[in-house]
T-cell receptor
Framework: ETGVTQTPRHLVMGMTNKKSLKCEQH?????MYWYKQSAKKPLELMFVYSLEERVENNSVPSRFSPECPNSSHLFLHLHTLQPEDSALYLC?????????????FGQGTRLTVV | AQKITQTQPGMFVQEKEAVTLDCTYDTSDPSYGLFWYKQPSSGEMIFLIY??????QNATEGRYSLNFQKARKSANLVISASQLGDSAMYFCAMREGSNFGNEKLTFGTGTRLTIIP
């Protein structure tokens, strides 16, 4: 059991749709992340939240909008996506304060944009 | 420049044999951590092992060990007595720790390991 749960596991959406990905962690961690995993590319960090404040945004297009209402939940709101946004979206959490601790990942949401 | 380099896109290994997955890294930060993750077909990234830049000894976790050669900036993963369940993608990652609150993990492109019965 991972401790980090992502829903839905699979999502197919049209380019004009609006959808949200959800991530929940029960590990007591203070930092949460969104990663994008495309085929044959390294995982790309999208957003980092530490203590519910966004601390990093890696030049992600505005059609991706994160939300962190509390330290246990993280959302990624999607709107007007492009086919190239199809990928596996992974959520992770870790203890923060600069400690070099491992991050724990969810099982990901496989997103297909049609 | 790539911060994490994994030069083996795929490997095939006979069951019960040991396997070494290569990883080299690039950083000027004196404080960093190196991680290995396993990603089975289910998609979840499973943490395997961690090595801190100041750790004197190589990390070990069960059948996993990390061959840390700091001067060469390499952090190879060694899996002893491989099992069919070890078939998966393996990712090397690094976190540079000098910046307060810097939690970013940088990943390599991964190695697909297939264990042959």
């Amino acid at each position: 059991e991972t401790g980090v749960t992502q829903t839905p596991r699979h999502l197919v959406m049209g380019m004009t749709n609006k959808k949200s990905l959800k991530c929940e962690q029960h590990l007591g961690h203070n930092a949460m992340y969104w990663y994008k995993q495309s085929a044959k590319k390294p995982l790309e960090l999208m957003f980092v939240y530490s203590l519910e404040e966004r601390v990093e945004n890696n030049s992600v297009p505005s059609r991706f909008s994160p939300e962190c209402p509390n330290s246990s939940h993280l959302f990624l709101h999607l709107h007007t996506l492009q086919p190239e946004d199809s990928a596996l979206y992974l959520c992770a959490s870790s203890q923060d304060r600069g400690g070099l601790k491992e991050a724990f990942f969810g099982q990901g949401t496989r997103l297909t944009v049609v | 420049a790539q911060k994490i380099t994994q030069t083996q896109p795929g490997m095939f290994v006979q069951e019960k044999e040991a396997v070494t997955l290569d990883c080299t890294y690039d950083t000027s930060d004196p404080s960093y951590g190196l991680f290995w993750y396993k990603q089975p077909s289910s998609g979840e990234m499973i943490f395997l092992i961690y090595q801190g830049s100041y750790d004197q000894q190589n990390a070990t976790e069960g059948r996993y060990s990390l061959n840390f050669q700091k001067a060469r900036k390499s952090a190879n993963l060694v899996i002893s007595a491989s099992q069919l369940g070890d078939s998966a993608m393996y990712f090397c990652a690094m976190r540079e720790g000098s910046n307060f609150g810097n939690e970013k993990l940088t990943f390599g492109t991964g190695t697909r390991l297939t264990i042959i019965p």
